[in-house]
C-alpha cells in the first residue's frame, strides 16, 4: 500500500542525498518525493510516497530517524490529512476543440495557463486521483507533454506536527523520545 | 576557556587531544600534509601503517579492545577509498571509529584535481555520519559532533573529509563553545512501562527460555547484568559470534556459540524454545538460517537500542529498544526467582551427543588439527589471551575451541566477514591494552591479505604473536566446494610463500609447526620470547567445521562431523 511520509530535515547540503540513498540502500521504491522550504529557517520538508506494508512502513520510519540530519519522521498514511499535488499538462487543441477542453477544465476547477494555435497548458491542483481523473478525459484529445510535482501533505485540525516546533538550535529542542513509540 | 587563533590543521589535533585520543593510525599523502606537518606539536602518537586498510582495521581494534574511539588518518583519493573496507567493517559490528581523510582544495572540488575522489559520497551508506568540512571554522564542532556520534547509542564509523584549504587555513579556535548541534539524533531512547510489563510476563510464563545474547551486552557494559539475569531467571545463554565472552564460558548456563557452527544442543534448544531473549543481537541469517522454520513455538523478546533492528529478520512479540544495561536493570528489579529443572536437565543430556566436542577428546596421536592448535592455544594461555581472529574455518575453530570467560577477549569481524582483519586489528588492540597478552589467529588465505602490517608491527615494537592456521587452502571456501560444489576445488588451493623466512625477513621470529606434540612448546616459547613472534601452524589440509547448518537450511538441520573422520584421526 502508499505509505505517505513527512519527514522534517536539516536544510544542510547532501541532505536529500542521504534520503534518497536510504531508500535504495534499504531496497524501497519512492513513488515520489517533494522538498522545499518550510516556516522555519533551517528546516526543509519532505513528503515520501512510497509503495509497502505496515512492517516494513515501520522500519522506514526508524531508518530515517537514524539519519542526524532527519528531525522528525511522520507516517500520515492513516491520518486525517489534506494531499495536494499539481500538475500542468499540456494538451492538443485545435480551435474547434478549445471550447470542449475549456468546459472540462472547468468541471476539474482546474486552469487554463497558455494557449497556442494547436495546443493548450492546462494546471490542476488536487489529490492524485483527480488528476488521474483529468488525465483520462484529455487523454482523447492527445496530451504532448505533462509534468507533475508528486504529493504533499498536510494533517489535518489544529495540532501542528510534533516536531515542526523543533529548532535546530540546540540538541534539547528534539522531540523527546517518549514521543516515539516502536511498540509491536 | 580564552580563544586562540589556529590552523586548521593545529585544531584537528587539539581537538583529538581533547577528546582523548592517544593514538591515530594513520598514512600521510598530499591532502593531508598541513595536518601531518601540525603532528610535532601534538602529544599524540602517530602509528605509521603500510596500507590504509590496515589504519582502519587498527583503530577499530583499538575501540573493540578499550570500548574507546579509535582513530584512523589518510589522505585524499586512493588513501580515502583504501579505507572503505575497513569503515564497511567496522559498521556492520557497530565498532566506533572516527577517520579522517584529507581532500583537495575547496576551490577544486568537482574538477577531478589529482587524488580527488568523492569519499563522503562513497561511504555514504558504510558510515554512521559522515562529514565534508570546507572551512577551518567548522572543524571543532565536527570533532565533537563526530566522536559523540561514533560512540553513542548503536556505536559505528564517523568520517570526516577536510579541505586541505580547510587544514591551512587560520580561525579563533574555542572548544567550548563549538559543543555538538545535533538536533535530529536522539541515542538514548528507552522503553514503555507497559513493554517491561509484557516482557516480565513473557519471562515468568516460560518453561523452555533461552537468551540470545550479542554484541550489544558487551557494547553497552551489561554483562554483569546478563549474569545476574540468567542466574536469578536459571536461562541458558547463547551467544553469538560477537557476543563470546560476555557471559562466561565455563558458567553452567553457558550454552556457546549459535547458529551456522553453533553445536549441536545450542541450536536445538534455540529450535525447542517456548521463549527467546533477545539481548543486543540482530538476528543475522548466520544465526537464524530458515526464517520460516527459526524457533517456531518461542515468543520473541528483543531488546536492542538501534529501532531499526525490531522486526527486520525475525517478528518478535515485546520490543524493548533502549540502552541494554538500563533495560536489564529494569527487569531485574521485578525479575522473580525461577526454575527450568527439566529444560536445563535437558540441556545436559543434548550437551553429552556433542559432535564438536569429538575431536578435542582425541587421542594425542600426533595428528595436527586446527581444533588441536586452538585448543592447546586455550589451555597455554589459560584462556586469558586477547584472540584476535580473520575470518573462514579457523575464526569458527577458534569460536568453539578458545573458551573466553570475559569480554573483549575475542576481536573478530563478524558482520562483514573481512578477510585481512586480524593482523591489523590485533595491532591495533595491542597498542590500546598494552598489559593484554595478543594473540592473531589467522588463516594463510587471510594472512596474505594485510601481512605487510608485519612492518607496522616491527617499526612499532608491537608485541602481538601471530598463529597462522595453514592448510594450504581457502579452507572455508573449500568447504562449501567440498559440500555444495562437487568438490570442486576451484581457486581455492593456495601456493604459500615460506612464512617462516618471510616473518625473518620482517625481523620476526618464526617457526613452523607440523606435530601435535610441538604445538603447546611453540606456543609457550613464543609467549616467552620479547618480541613479535609468528608460528607456521601446518595443518590438516581438508579439514571442514561442524557441525555446519547449510545457508538457509532450518537451524536445527546439521550437517555433522561424519564418523569415518574421527575414526582415522583417532587410529594414527
Known amino acids: 500500500m502508499l505509505n505517505t511520509f513527512v519527514v522534517y530535515v536539516e536544510d544542510k547540503p547532501g541532505v536529500l542525498t542521504r534520503v534518497a540513498s536510504l531508500f535504495r540502500r534499504r531496497a524501497f521504491n519512492i513513488d515520489s518525493l517533494t522538498v522545499g522550504r518550510t516556516e522555519k529557517p533551517g ?20 531508518h530515517l530517524y537514524k539519519l542526524i540530519n532527519v528531525l522528525l519522521v511522520e507516517n500520515v498514511t492513516a491520518e486525517a490529512a489534506v494531499y495536494r499535488e499539481l500538475a500542468m499538462i499540456r494538451v492538443t487543441a485545435t480551435a474547434a476543440q478549445r471550447s470542449h477542453i475549456m468546459d472540462l477544465v472547468e468541471v476539474f476547477r482546474a486552469k487554463v495557463v497558455d494557449v497556442s494555435p494547436d495546443s493548450m497548458m492546462i494546471e490542476i491542483t488536487g489529490t492524485d486521483d483527480k488528476i488521474d481523473g483529468l488525465l483520462h478525459v484529455l487523454e482523447g484529445y492527445g496530451v504532448l507533454e505533462m509534468v507533475r510535482t508528486g504529493r504533499v501533505a498536510m494533517r489535518r485540525g489544529a495540532k501542528a506536527a510534533n516536531g515542526a516546533s523543533a529548532g535546530t538550535d540546540s540538541a534539547e529542542a528534539a522531540p523527546a523520545s517518549g514521543t516515539i513509540s516502536y511498540s509491536v | 576557556m580564552s580563544k586562540e587563533r589556529k590552523t586548521g590543521a593545529e585544531i584537528i589535533w587539539k581537538c583529538l587531544e581533547r577528546e582523548g585520543v592517544k593514538h591515530v593510525f594513520g598514512y600521510p599523502g598530499g591532502a593531508i600534509l598541513p595536518a601531518y606537518d601540525a603532528l610535532q606539536h601534538s602529544s599524540i602518537h602517530h602509528i605509521l601503517v603500510r596500507h590504509e586498510q590496515g589504519a582502519t582495521h587498527m583503530a577499530d581494534g583499538y575501540a573493540r579492545a578499550s570500548g574507546g574511539v579509535g582513530v584512523a588518518m589518510a589522505t585524499s583519493g586512493p588513501g580515502a577509498t583504501n579505507m572503505v573496507t575497513g569503515i564497511a567493517t567496522a559498521m556492520m559490528d557497530s565498532s566506533p571509529i572516527v577517520c579522517i581523510t584529507g581532500q583537495v582544495g575547496s576551490k577544486l572540488i568537482g574538477s577531478d584535481a589529482f587524488q580527488e575522489t568523492d569519499i563522503t559520497g562513497i561511504t555514504l551508506p558504510i558510515t554512521k555520519h559522515n562529514y565534508l568540512v570546507t572551512h577551518a571554522d567548522e572543524l571543532a564542532r565536527t570533532i565533537r559532533e563526530a566522536f559523540y556520534i561514533a ?60 537468551i540470545l545474547a550479542g554484541h550489544g551486552i558487551l557494547v553497552s557494559g551489561a554483562g554483569g547484568e546478563l549474569l545476574r539475569f540468567a542466574e536469578q531467571a536459571q536461562i541458558p545463554v547463547a551467544l553469538t559470534l560477537l557476543g563470546l565472552g560476555v557471559f562466561p564460558a565455563s558458567h553452567a548456563l553457558n550454552l556457546g556459540m549459535m547458529g551456522m557452527h553453533g553445536e549441536a544442543w545450542v541450536n536445538t534448544m534455540i529450535q525447542e524454545a517456548d521463549l527467546l531473549i533477545a539481548l543486543g543481537m540482530r538476528f543475522d541469517d548466520r544465526v537464524t538460517g530458515n526464517l520460516k522454520t527459526y524457533a517456531r513455538n518461542a515468543k520473541k523478546i528483543h531488546v536492542e537500542i538501534d529501532p531499526a533492528e525490531i522486526n527486520k529478520n525475525v517478528r518478535v512479540d515485546v520490543a524493548l529498544v533502549g540502552d541494554l544495561r538500563q533495560v536489564l536493570q529494569e527487569l531485574l528489579e521485578d525479575l522473580e526467582p525461577c526454575q527450568h529443572r527439566e529444560w536445563l536437565d535437558y540441556l545436559r543430556k543434548l550437551k553429552g551427543d556433542s559432535a564438536v566436542r569429538d575431536i578435542q577428546n582425541l587421542p594425542d596421536s600426533g595428528h595436527l588439527y586446527a581444533a588441536h592448535v586452538i585448543n592447546d592455544l586455550w589451555r597455554t594461555t589459560q584462556g586469558k589471551a586477547l584472540v584476535v581472529t580473520d575470518v573462514g574455518q579457523h575464526q569458527m575453530w577458534e569460536a568453539q575451541y578458545y573458551h573466553h570467560e570475559s569480554p573483549r577477549s575475542l576481536i573478530t569481524s563478524g558482520g562483514l566477514g573481512t578477510m585481512g582483519f586480524a593482523l591489523p586489528a590485533a595491532i591495533g588492540a595491542k597498542v590500546a591494552r598494552p598489559e593484554a597478552e595478543v594473540w592473531v589467529v589467522v588463516g594463510d588465505g ?32 573449500r568447504q562449501w566446494q567440498e559440500f555444495f560444489y562437487d568438490r570442486n576445488y576451484e581457486s581455492t588451493p593456495l601456493l604459500n610463500p615460506d612464512f617462516v623466512k618471510l616473518a625473518e625477513a620482517f625481523g620476526i621470529r618464526s617457526t613452523a609447526v607440523k606435530q601435535r606434540a610441538e604445538v603447546v612448546p611453540a606456543i609457550q616459547a613464543a609467549r616467552q620470547h620479547e618480541g613479535p613472534v609468528l608460528i607456521d601452524f601446518q595443518v590438516e589440509q581438508e579439514d571442514s567445521v561442524y557441525p555446519m547448518v547449510a545457508a538457509g537450511a532450518d537451524l536445527h538441520q546439521m550437517i555433522r562431523r561424519p564418523s569415518v573422520l574421527v575414526e582415522t584421526a583417532a587410529d594414527e
Open chain 2, 151 to 210: 560512540k553513542s547509542g548503536r556505536p559505528g564509523p564517523v568520517l570526516i573529509d577536510v579541505t586541505k584549504d580547510a587544514q591551512q587555513s587560520s580561525c579563533e579556535f574555542d572548544w567550548e563553545a563549538a559543543a555538538p548541534q545535533l538536533p535530529g539524533y536522539r541515542p538514548d531512547l528507552s522503553p514503555k512501562p507497559d513493554e517491561y510489563e509484557q516482557a516480565m510476563e513473557l519471562i515468568h510464563q516460560a518453561k523452555r527460555p533461552v
Open chain 1, 43 to 62: 528546516v526543509s520538508r519532505m513528503t515520501i510516497v512510497v509503495d509497502t506494508d505496515e512492517t516494513g512502513a515501520r522500519r522506514l520510519e526508524a
Open chain 2, 446 to 477: 587471510g594472512f596474505q591479505m594485510t601481512m605487510a602490517e608485519l612492518a607496522t608491527m616491527v617499526q612499532e615494537k608491537v608485541k602481538v604473536n601471530v598463529a597462522i592456521i595453514n592448510n594450504g587452502y581457502l579452507g572455508m571456501v
